[in-house]
C-alpha cells in the first residue's frame, strides 16, 4: 500500500535468486479497520453503517413492536457497538461520514412507536442517548 503519494512505485523483493515483485493495494482491513491509502475514514463509515442497517432489518424484522427499555436493550446490543467499533482508530472527522453514521441511529430511534413522531432530538433525550459524534 502506498501512503501519502500518488507515484507509481514498484516495490521488488528477493526470493532465493528472483526478483518478485510486490502486490500493490489501495485497501486493507485489519481487525475488522478499513484503511485505504488516502487514510480518510470514509469507507469504514460506510461498511460500519451498511453493516449496523444489516442488524437493525433483523431487529425490525423480528421484533415488530418494541417499547422504549426493550428498545434500548437490543439497540446497545446488537446495532451501536457496529457505529462504535474501534472508533479510536478511525474516528470520522468528515460531516458526510459523521451523517452516514448518525443515519443508522436515527433509523433506529424511529423503531419505538411511541416516539416515531418526535424530532431526532427528542427520541434521544426520552432515551437517554446521545448522538455518535459527542
Known amino acids: ?12 523483493m ?11 493495494i489501495s485497501v486493507e482491513k485489519h481487525l475488522g ?10 469507507l469504514q463509515c460506510q461498511k460500519a453503517a451498511a453493516k449496523a442497517r444489516s442488524v437493525l432489518g433483523m ?6 413492536k418494541l417499547n422504549a427499555n426493550g428498545f434500548l436493550l437490543v439497540y446497545k446490543s446488537y446495532i451501536r457497538p457496529h457505529l462504535e467499533y474501534c472508533v479510536h482508530a478511525w ?9 452516514c ?14 416516539l416515531r413522531k418526535l424530532s431526532y432530538e427528542d427520541r434521544l433525550n426520552r432515551l437517554g442517548l446521545t ?4
Do not use: C, W
Not at 1 to 12: E, L, N, Q, R, S
Open 33 to 42: 479497520v478499513f484503511t485505504t491509502d488516502s487514510l480518510k475514514p470514509s
Open 131 to 134: 448522538t455518535l459524534y459527542q
Open 101 to 114: 453514521l448518525e443515519s443508522v441511529q436515527r433509523a433506529a430511534t424511529k423503531s419505538v412507536p411511541s
Open 14 to 24: 528477493m526470493d532465493d535468486t528472483r526478483k518478485v515483485e510486490l502486490q500493490s
Open 91 to 99: 474516528s470520522p472527522y468528515h460531516e458526510k461520514d459523521i451523517q
Open 59 to 64: 431487529v425490525r424484522r423480528n421484533f415488530r
Open 1 to 12: 500500500m502506498h501512503i501519502g503519494h500518488k507515484v507509481d512505485t514498484k516495490y521488488y
